[in-house]
């Protein structure tokens, strides 16, 4: 840690963005599963370094996800999170194993180039009127592969980056779940991996005292966009729902490519 001297040379600016990050995070986790709150990682680094991001950032994740938890639990699909968790457990300890040794670079890259693929295929789908091409049975019939693939993926990145939502939410939405489904199934799998994720973290000494402060003077922000991401949930209808989130998911995969591809 730098001592985090941005709130000594520009205040205001990085507490308008942290704000932003904070509020995205929350909007992300309790109305549409998850994925977007990836982008308050790269919001953060406006103004953060990345292991200063990440420091703060985590107590947010970690609240958010059991705020949320028990608003949504009642719809998870358990046995996909049960796939889901158990792959991501074994991508956090490799994330961990290696942390001192991985950049974001290639992991970014990666993942932006599969995102982007994976949203384009479907905004494809739907100009040619294919939309379903990839059912739910599809899904079911490759679960384990699937889910060792991106949720190994998920919990690998979850623990670098804290970008997890990307590839848990590639290997989601083919399920085709309710919109109701998809964000219990997100709401408990991330209260899962942040919870699980904690103790590494803390092994790894990137929480400071002042990371925790700054923290907690970000916490008011969270109820409000909780209610409202809770709000928009309830109000659009399941095709929206999907149209949003792979929406989410092209810019958030532009987003990484950009990144990795300048850096």
């Not at 999170?81 to 950049?103: K, N, P």
């Not at 970008?163 to 919109?179: C, D, E, N, W």
């Amino acid at each position: 840690m730098d001592g985090f001297s941005v709130l000594v040379s520009s205040p205001a600016q990085f507490w308008i963005v942290a704000a932003l990050s904070v509020f995205l995070l929350s909007v992300a986790k309790s109305g549409f599963g998850g994925a977007l709150a990836s982008m308050s990682v790269p919001v953060m680094l406006f103004v953060l370094s990345p292991k200063e991001a990440l420091a703060v950032l985590l107590p947010m994740f970690l609240i958010t996800s059991v705020g949320v938890f028990f608003i949504w639990y009642k719809h998870c699909n358990w046995r996909l999170v049960g796939f889901m968790c158990l792959f991501a457990l074994f991508g956090q300890v490799v994330g961990w194993l290696v942390f001192a040794h991985l950049t974001d670079h290639i992991l970014k890259l990666c993942i932006g180039f599969v995102a982007v693929a994976t949203a384009a295929n479907y905004w494809l789908s739907i100009l040619q009127a294919k939309a379903e091409a990839k059912t739910a049975a599809w899904a079911d019939r490759h679960l384990w592969k699937r889910a060792s693939v991106w949720c190994g993926l998920s919990g690998v990145s979850s623990f670098v980056s804290l970008s997890g939502g990307i590839p848990a939410q590639i290997f989601l939405l083919p399920h085709r779940l309710s919109k109701e489904a998809f964000v219990g199934s997100f709401s408990v799998y991330f209260m899962v991996i942040d919870l699980l994720k904690t103790p590494l973290f803390l092994e790894l000494n990137l929480l400071s005292p002042e990371s925790l402060k700054i923290s907690a003077m970000l916490l008011p922000i969270v109820p409000l966009g909780v209610l409202v991401g809770w709000s928009l949930n309830k109000r659009i209808n399941d095709r929206i729902f999907y149209h949003v989130s792979y929406a989410f998911l092209l810019i958030l995969g532009v987003k990484l490519l950009f990144d990795a591809l300048t850096a």
